[in-house]
């Protein structure tokens, strides 16, 4: 039988399996991604995409795509009954809160946004990584006594390769209207699992029977909500199935009513509720609660779903929007689904194995999160696997993988929980009627919930790699091995730069040539810790030897810059060091700054990148760094980001050696020098 080693074995080609690849493509380690189904998906299934998660397309190079082809969502309207009992629009909100992010909430289907990735994972692994389409693995087995060992490869899979006919999905459409539409019902959760099916089918195939073993560093299951991977390491989903059915329809509407171009929360007296989406290429997604749910009763998880047909759920859409009409001629795709709010008991074995997106949560996909988590699940454990895996750092960091995106999770389902409940529940007559929603509280909690969907207040608990005080541990420690005095930073020298939040963007100009860039255009995810030298008023005199004196210290040969970063690798491969100063631009040159901060590299010359500075543009106003983040130019700082974008550390600027004992502690030396002690 064929055998294969590597580093990571990716089960699924979701948006989680994706994102995982294009981290782990970008980092250069090499990895095998495999997925059951034939083809890549082409229309409907998930298809908003958070601010969070533009911005994290984006430090791909990717983000452009998704922000060019996909439908800006800008407005929500909250429709609802008045005292006749006929649906008026009682607010306009913006979609997104203003000022959060550069972006605003987009809406693509996920086919188009699992396009962009194929294409990253192809451009960034030289052609060396591709989805490997109808296989399937059929055993896994784990040698626990050298999991801990960085170079084993305890993992041990058998993968089956399928025939295209086993692989292709079934399509089950029933039109109302004879058009031919593609459902998703052969991936809904209302379907059974048909890992068994397939593996059966494919058994009696015997030309694409072939099998090959794959031994591998790592592995994630990123094989969605009815993962093979996680009843393999014996894991189980949490929580409860509601019985809310939703029908989902993505048509181009032929209607009067007048908000059909914005996103629509609109609850009817007695019909239910439903969420309109205004999508690319005319279409309009429709969400709706189908209320009709006596089919369900008494059955334990999975429903009957032959009486769900577009028709049913176009007649429900009809009711709720009634006395305003609605018909379609062209159906692009329909599905329905349950909502189950569940999370994983783990997020994985022996940090060996991970469970990444609805493997390992599930929810309702009103709120649009289902795809933006997932992938920000795969986009939190991608550089630190990567870390590992190439010997920059110790183990220690794959705790916090499971710390800090199982907390999310949680808040996730509260957040689809309290929701639903508000989005799902009859419209309160007036103030008596204590049974029924008030739509007050339903708007206040929508635009609370917005700040959470937008994925921008992820906030990471307190760990080797996020150096909050004790206090604010949140929803606990990661157990990583930790110093016996653990590493805190100042938080009060820039207040608005959270630690354990991702960077916010504003923008800088590059002190070299004046182009204005946003910050966290500097910031690409391709695996490098970022020091952000923060040095306020380079021009005033007491600064400028603040910053000499902490430079010296970063040129040393026993730096963590240098021991850290092996001989042969790039000086900034690493940790990239990039200085962000508040003097007036034309009061200072680019060789003003100590060589460390503008490095000398033998082919390329100086380094012009790296030094930018907070003052206003010819042509794009001034970003206001300092102001924006409260940062004092008389004072200034040092922060550290995580390769992610996240903040581990906001200290003073001249205190390297707080700096140094938070890369020691997990980062591994390169150079065989002898540590010096910090
Ligand atoms: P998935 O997208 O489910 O991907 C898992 C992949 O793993 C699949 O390609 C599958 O073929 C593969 N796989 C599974 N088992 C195996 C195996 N044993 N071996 C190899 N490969 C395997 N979210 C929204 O935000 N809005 C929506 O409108 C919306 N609609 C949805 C409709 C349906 C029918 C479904 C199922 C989900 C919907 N979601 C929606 C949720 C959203 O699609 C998911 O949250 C998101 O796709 C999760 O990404 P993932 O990569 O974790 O899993």
């Known amino acids: 039988m064929a055998e294969d080693h590597v580093d990571v074995l990716i089960v699924g080609a979701g948006p989680a399996g994706l994102m995982l690849a294009t981290w782990l493509a970008k980092c250069g380690v090499k990895a095998r991604i495999v997925d059951k189904r034939g083809t890549k998906i082409f229309n409907g299934q998930a298809d908003g995409l958070q601010c969070r ?36 629009r009682s607010s306009r909100l913006p979609d997104t809160i203003p000022g959060i992010s550069r972006f605003q909430q987009v809406v693509l289907h996920q086919g188009r946004i699992e396009r962009f990735f194929l294409d990253a994972i192809n451009e960034f692994s030289n052609g060396g990584i591709s989805v490997e389409r109808g296989v399937l693995p059929e055993s896994l087995e784990i040698d626990q006594s050298c999991v801990e060992d960085p170079d084993a490869y305890p993992i041990t899979v058998n993968l089956r390769h399928l025939s295209e006919e086993d692989a292709t999905p079934k399509q089950s459409s029933t039109m109302s209207n004879g058009s031919s539409a593609q459902d998703g019902l052969f991936r809904s959760n209302l379907m059974a699992d048909d890992t068994a099916d397939l593996l059966k089918t ?15 560093k790592y592995m994630v299951g990123a094989d969605g909500a009815h993962s093979w991977v996680r009843k393999e390491i014996g894991l189980k989903l949490e929580g409860e199935s509601t019985d809310y059915i939703w029908g989902v329809l993505d048509i181009v509407p032929i209607t009067d009513f007048p908000d059909i171009r914005s996103r629509c929360a609109v609850h009817s007296a007695n019909s239910g509720s439903i969420m309109v989406i205004p999508r690319e290429n005319k279409l309009v ?25 577009p028709k ?29 709010q569940r999370v994983g008991s783990s997020f994985g074995v022996h940090d060996r194995v991970f469970l990444a997106g609805d493997a390992v949560h599930t929810h ?7 795809m933006n988590v997932s992938m920000q699940d795969a986009y939190n454990l991608g550089w630190k696997l990567s870390s590992v895996i190439k010997g920059h750092s110790n183990r220690s960091i794959l705790k916090t993988y499971e710390f ?55 906030d990471y608990g307190r760990s080797l790699i996020v150096t909050k005080p004790a206090t604010e541990n949140g929803a606990g420690e990661a157990t990583a091995a930790t110093t016996s005095t653990p590493v805190t930073g100042i938080q009060d020298l820039a207040p608005g730069l959270k630690v354990g939040q991702r960077i916010p963007s504003v923008k800088v100009l ?48 026993e730096s963590f810059l240098k021991r850290f970063t092996p001989n042969t690798a790039r000086y900034d491969s690493v940790i990239e060091v990039i200085t962000i100063h508040g003097a007036p631009r034309q009061s200072v040159d680019v060789f003003d700054f100590p060589e460390v901060l503008r490095p000398f590299h033998e082919v390329d010359g100086w380094d012009y990148e790296k030094i930018f500075v907070d003052d206003q543009s ?23 980001l995580r390769p992610d974008q996240y903040i581990s550390y906001v200290g003073k600027l001249d205190d390297y050696e707080s700096a140094d004992r938070f890369f020691s502690e997990f980062m591994l030396p390169q150079n065989n020098l002898t540590l010096p002690k910090v």
């Open 618 to 640: 010819y042509h794009e106003g001034h970003g206001e760094f300092y102001k924006t983040f409260n940062i004092r130019r008389d004072e200034g700082c040092l922060v550290i």
């Open 312 to 340: 049913v759920i176009l007649e429900s859409a009809q009711r709720i929007l009634s006395p305003y009409k609605l018909d379609y001629r062209k159906l692009d795709w329909w599905t329905a689904y349950q909502i189950g």
């Open 404 to 458: 800090e995106r199982k907390a999310i999770a949680h808040a996730l389902i509260e957040f689809d929980h309290k929701f639903s409940r508000l989005f799902s529940g009859r419209p309160a007559k007036d103030i008596m009627d204590e049974e029924g929603i008030s739509m007050d509280e339903f708007r206040d909690a929508f635009q609370k919930g917005n700040l959470f969907a937008s994925g921008i207040a992820v």
């Open 202 to 216: 494919s058994e009696l195939n015997q030309k694409a029977n072939t099998t090959e073993t794959i031994k591998a």
């Open 53 to 88: 998660t533009l911005e994290i397309l984006d430090s791909f190079g990717i983000g452009h795509r998704a922000w060019r082809e996909s439908n800006h969502m800008l407005e929500i309207c909250l429709w609802n009954p008045d005292s006749n009992g006929v649906i008026h």
């Open 364 to 370: 309702s996909p009103k709120a649009g999160q289902g």
């Open 510 to 557: 590059n002190q070299s040539d004046a182009r204005p860039w946003h910050l966290q255009e500097r910031l690409p995810s391709n695996g490098t810790w970022r020091l952000l030298v923060i040095p306020g008023d380079v021009s005033q005199p007491a600064q400028k030897p603040r910053l000499e004196k902490l430079c010296s210290q970063l040129s040393s040969p």
């Open 285 to 309: 997604r429709l969400y709706i609660q189908l209320t009709t749910t006596s089919k369900i009763q008494g059955q334990d998880s999975r429903t009957d779903r032959s009486w769900i047909t």
